[in-house]
């Protein structure tokens, strides 16, 4: 590729941030939580449309809404290109974590705001942000000769739920996704402003465990002390799942995996993720170790009274959402039901106790060695001046990559993404570098003319 095409893809790219910022401006409004229960699915098919006639505006033939089969809609697009060309897809997902609590909003989350040179909104890094760019660096190529491969596009609508619907109906249609290369938009860099592939991904299990010991709440001045608490019964049951360190334990589950790569430094870890003065992080080993390499429990959630209009009651019923993120080298069918036995052979007093699975993925590990590493590690390199691609882990899943790799064995499958840690995904305040998502979508663009020159 020469000097004056690849300036003229940066010039491109740059001169179409401001649409890009119009566009993923429009996609944030959209309260697309895939869950029923809390948003309305209206906001997931508007989204869905939105994303398809994004993708029709482009010239991509054979756009459908795929109806999954967890009730949600994943949006697929085809690109031909020249004639020998490889096929390269290109994935993002436009469901998005619910904004929690809305008042510890500095800007509402389901409105893009500009403060202190970020874009802020829910879904504005993780992962509507992936699709712009997958916009961003297309249109960047027709703009500078063409696109050079073709170009199958897939944005999921339930990601974020864990809910298998994508995956499900790749496995019942293993044609409609196979490529050549795969480049995830779902990840991103280790720190802003370092090029940054990821090679694994930690696989999750999610359960839901419910605790009965009474036929109803009873007076803890009259029955408490000898009545069993199903309440206290379940916060046992659920500390038994850590250490006194804090690291992980669940009967059976190796947790003692190192990790060789990158490192993550641990006051740059502290900074990151915003641990108070004086507060202690968690387990053993290195941070790397902890989060890209070992399993990890997590109480989602907790279903009990509140503290205001709370009566003095012993607690005839209880339950919890419990995850697992499960590490690259074990089966998370088979953690799960590890974490399934633990549950219920530890819950005390012989109380009733149920374990349900609600949401499975399995971990995922690239091979770094293949061509479209080298492709993506050029890309990067003038991409972003002075710097070489960093291969990290990742410590969150993506359930639908080893899916992927499991249909498409001789596919090269890339992480890359706007993810990286100021962005805050999951938490209150989400936003996503406008700089980042300029020079990621400048990558992608020279990946693709790189992967097609191979």
């Known amino acids: 590729m020469s000097a004056d095409q690849i300036a003229a893809t940066a010039r491109t790219v740059a001169s179409l941030m401001p649409r890009a910022r119009t566009e993923l401006a429009e996609l944030v409004a959209f309260a697309s939580v895939a869950d029923p229960e809390q948003f309305p699915r209206e906001a997931c ?20 809404l795929l109806d999954t089969p967890d ?58 942000g992936g699709f712009i760019m997958h916009l961003l660096a297309l249109r960047a190529l027709k703009a500078t000769g063409g696109v050079p491969v073709g170009v199958k596009v897939i944005v999921e609508g339930s990601e974020e739920q864990g809910t298998g619907g994508l995956e ?51 007076h803890s001045g009259q029955f408490g002390g000898a009545a069993p608490d199903a309440l206290a019964a379940l916060i046992r049951v ?9 690291s992980t334990v669940v009967d059976g589950l190796a947790a003692d995996q190192s990790w060789s790569g990158l490192q ?48 003095p009651s012993v607690q005839a019923n209880a339950r919890a959402l419990v995850s697992l993120r499960v590490p690259p080298g074990m089966d998370a069918a088979r953690a799960t ?3 399934a036995a633990h549950l219920t ?71 890359i993404g706007l993810s990286e840690p100021k962005a805050q995904i999951h938490a209150v305040n989400e936003s996503v570098s406008p700089a980042e998502l300029e020079r990621l979508s400048v990558t992608e663009a020279l990946f693709l003319r790189h992967y097609a020159a191979r």
């Open 238 to 246: 659920l500390d038994s799942l850590r250490t006194e360190d804090g």
């Open 71 to 128: 009730g949600t809609q994943s949006v697929y697009g085809y690109l031909p290109g020249p004639a020998g060309a490889p096929t390269v897809l290109l994935y993002a997902h436009y469901d998005v974590q619910p904004p929690l609590d809305e008042d510890a909003w500095v800007s509402p989350p389901f409105e893009l705001t500009d403060r202190d040179g970020r874009w802020y909104g829910r879904g504005a890094a993780d992962c509507k």
């Open 345 to 415: 052979e530890r819950t005390p007093w012989g109380a009733r106790v149920s374990v349900e699975q609600v949401g499975q993925g399995q971990p995922f590990q690239a091979d770094v060695s293949s061509p479209a590493y080298a492709a993506m590690a050029e890309a990067m390199r003038v991409a972003y001046p002075g710097e070489e691609m960093q291969v990290s882990g990742m410590g969150g899943s993506i359930p639908l990559c080893n899916t992927l790799a499991t249909l498409y064995p001789e596919a090269e499958i890339l992480l």
């Open 337 to 339: 039901e590890l974490l």
């Open 45 to 64: 098919e508007a989204a869905a449309r939105w994303c398809a006639d994004a993708l029709r505006a482009e010239g991509f033939t054979d756009v459908a």
């Open 168 to 218: 499900r109906y790749a496995e019942a249609h293993p044609e409609l996704l196979t490529a050549d290369a795969m480049v995830i938009g779902d990840s991103g860099n280790f720190r802003e402003g370092l090029p940054t592939v990821t090679a694994t991904l930690r696989g999750m299990t999610m359960v839901r465990v419910e605790v009965d010991t009474l036929a109803g709440n009873l």
């Open 264 to 311: 993550y430094d641990e006051e740059d870890f502290r900074r990151d993720a915003k641990v108070l003065d004086g507060v202690e992080l968690i387990g053993s080993g290195s941070v790397a170790d902890r989060i890209w390499a070992r399993p990890a429990v997590t109480v989602l959630g907790i279903d009990c009274p509140p503290v205001v209009g709370a009566t």
